[in-house]
């Protein structure tokens, strides 16, 4: 391999508005093109109508600065590859409950018995000794022992120990397979507290003892394994005054105007545990690696109550941690100005949190050069990676001969 063998990325926020020249292009920060070399020119077209001609693309970074591949034929353009955005997904299993089919084998209730789960978080294997981090949920049920209390113990006890860690990896809540009494709306909901309000008089609604259940994420309709709360108390306030205390914090997003929740009827207990994986808006692509959260439940001492892994994690493709991540990477590889620093700390990010992109990638062959007293042409290398801005309407898939 040469040494120019490297990897460039250069990701669009922005239309790259038909730039008829470098100069052009020069005053769109996030924008990349294709030019043909003599003349430099723009072009849209397949670069596959003139095979024979050589072509560069050009980026403008985040930094301001123009950045160009080498020039290259549509026939030096190997393994290209169009790769849609595709969400990250969180990992969703049961601990019990036997409310809908798949979810079998009701929480254990067995007296004056310790119970301890074991929660195998596998995506930080290799960090400990080549080992994940496995973290235990103790809890010992009464002399007169029921679902409630073992379902309630173990999910306080989870969310405790969840969240000493130095990122919250799931959160623990309970299902309930009874069938709704009384259909709720408008209630204020907090994350991480116990107590809510109603913006409706409730009063003879949600009465102590009550299992409220909560869609959530809220989407339109309830389901039975939806996340379930009993409330343990309310205050002496009056109508929507009223103010109702839950026995566990409220694990769901804070929401000011929830109108999708019920008390229902006590039937089958378990618990729902979810995947939390790092949030955009803390994720670091210097120093991080892009993950999502991948666990197993182990339950050594459960006679009935069974796992069920009802959605499992997916890394998904375009976010914006992998892309920012891949820019930081590319960046060391080739080793530029950008990065001189030592220790090399500095990176430009020119993908935004929050954004997503399709990916278009290919590797440019370099063909210029062979030896003259053997022949041979080493293997030289360059990946070009362009991820777009979903939305961003731009002509690659035409010029580069592939993709949507």
Known sequence: MFEDSRTQVMVCNVTNANAASHAVLKALTGSAAAFYDEPQTFTETALATNPTLYHHLAYRNGAGQLEITNNFRSGDIQNGGYYGYLARVEQVSYLGFNGVALHTGAMDAANSTYYGLKIVLNHTFGMLNNSPTILTIPYKTSAAATQSELAAGLANAATQIFERQPHKPIKCERVNAGAQLVDLDNLALVHGAKTFISADDDTASILVGSILRIEEPESGGEDVDDPCYIVVSHDSGVGAARIYTLDQAFQGVTN????????????????????????????????????????????????????????TSLIGNG????????????????????????????????????????????EILNTAYSSPTTGVQPVSKIRVVIPVLVGLTEAFHTVLGFGA
């Open 256 to 311: 000011a105007d929830h109108d999708h929740c019920g008390t229902v009827t006590e039937g089958n207990w378990g618990l729902k545990f979810t995947g939390i994986s790092v949030a955009d808006a803390d994720f670091n692509p210097i120093t991080d690696e892009p993950f999502v959260v991948d666990f197993t439940i182990q339950n050594p001492g459960f006679d009935t109550a069974d796992v069920y892994n009802k959605t």
């Open 319 to 362: 976010t914006y941690q992998l892309v920012s991540a891949m820019e930081a990477r590319s960046q060391f590889e080739n080793k530029t100005r950008e990065i001189s620093a030592y220790p090399p700390t500095v990176r430009q990010i020119t993908a935004a949190a929050g954004s997503t992109y399709n990916i278009f990638a290919f």
